[in-house]
């Protein structure tokens, strides 16, 4: 080793050149290795966090409380949120069901006059929801309260092949309160009141 080097090398020297370098080395670990622990609970905010870097994976949906701001909605706010069914309808069995029957149709034709019956733009700019021939279920449940069938029965929305070369359809129909059924062939013969069904919406 150079004589002017040894002599400048003492122990002193040569200890703060090493914590120098432990350190600088240890500083860099530390920054590599902070977990959780090191964080003190409610110290980091929102600006903390890269924005969109939290999903669903990393939230549980249960642990979450009520919005704040959703619990001082006035009432009309929360009205207009809940979803209700449209006039002249009656709820069952999760749908919506007209309080009246039409005149009777075949198949094919009350299908088509429940889809067109109401396509007026809503708020938001959604087409209002189209109206369909109702479920047995539906019909069986509005049939529980003060309202019977039409005579000969009502079409629902059921359907089944008629057996024909021709590919016609076999309508399913509620004859009665307690919900007894029969098919009526849509061969324009055999023609059914019926009413129209539309989903709840706000």
Same mark, same amino acid.
């Given at each position: 080793m150079p004589p002017r080097i040894s002599s400048k090398l003492t122990?002193?020297? =040569?200890?703060a050149t090493l914590a120098l370098f432990v350190a600088l080395g240890g500083s860099s670990w530390a920054a590599i290795t902070i977990t959780g622990k090191n964080v003190r609970n409610g110290s980091l905010t929102g600006k903390d966090i890269k924005r969109n870097s939290i999903g669903a994976r990393q939230v549980n949906e249960t642990r979450l409380g009520p919005v704040r701001k $959703?619990?001082?909605?006035? =009432?009309?706010?929360?009205?207009g949120l809940q979803v209700a069914c449209p006039g002249g309808t009656l709820?069952?069995?999760g749908g919506c069901v007209e309080a009246r029957p039409r005149p009777a149709a075949g198949y094919d034709s009350a299908v088509l006059a429940c889809s067109g019956f %109401?396509?007026?733009?809503?708020?938001?700019g %959604?087409?209002?929801?189209? /109206? /369909?021939?109702?479920?047995?279920?539906?019909? /069986? $449940?509005?049939?529980? /309260? %003060?309202?019977?069938p039409a005579p000969g029965g009502e079409l629902t929305g059921h359907i089944y092949p008629a057996g024909d070369a021709n590919g016609n359809v076999t309508a399913l129909t509620v004859v009665s309160k307690t919900g007894r059924v029969a098919l009526a062939p849509d061969d324009g013969n055999n023609p059914r009141a019926?009413?129209?069904a =539309?989903?709840?919406?706000?």
């Open positions: 122990y002193a020297n =040569v200890t $959703a619990l001082n909605l006035g =009432v009309d706010a929360r009205r709820p069952a069995a %109401d396509a007026t733009p809503r708020v938001g %959604d087409l209002a929801h189209e /109206r /369909r021939l109702p479920t047995h279920a539906e019909l /069986r $449940a509005l049939f529980t /309260r %003060d309202i019977a019926f009413r129209c =539309v989903d709840p919406y706000n």
